[in-house]
């Protein structure tokens, strides 16, 4: 039979050998995660990037839209002043007849 004294570094020794494999797998369990994490993190970045393109030519779109309802306020400004012209001098002309 082996003393307690010979026993005690042995069993000591398992339970360190035993310990190192459960917190092996405790650590490559937490490295799964992580790298699960990571990956979503990375997809949901890539999808905001793609989002932010969107808005971005959203945007543009929403730029030249205004810039044409712009030039289009302008030429209706312009003929609506081309219009009040044009009654000015009918109604010119219109006076100019109830004289004679």
Known sequence: MISWTK?????VLGALLL???ASTDDVKR???TADQA????????QRADA????ANAASSKADQAMSAANA???KADEANSKVDALNAKVDQMFAKGLKK
């Open 38 to 45: 990571l990956s979503a993190a990375q997809s949901a970045g």
């Open 19 to 21: 310990a190192g494999c």
């Open 72 to 74: 289009a306020s302008s």
């Open 30 to 32: 937490a490295q799964a």
């Open 7 to 11: 026993k005690a570094p042995l069993v």
């Open 51 to 54: 989002a932010m393109s969107a």
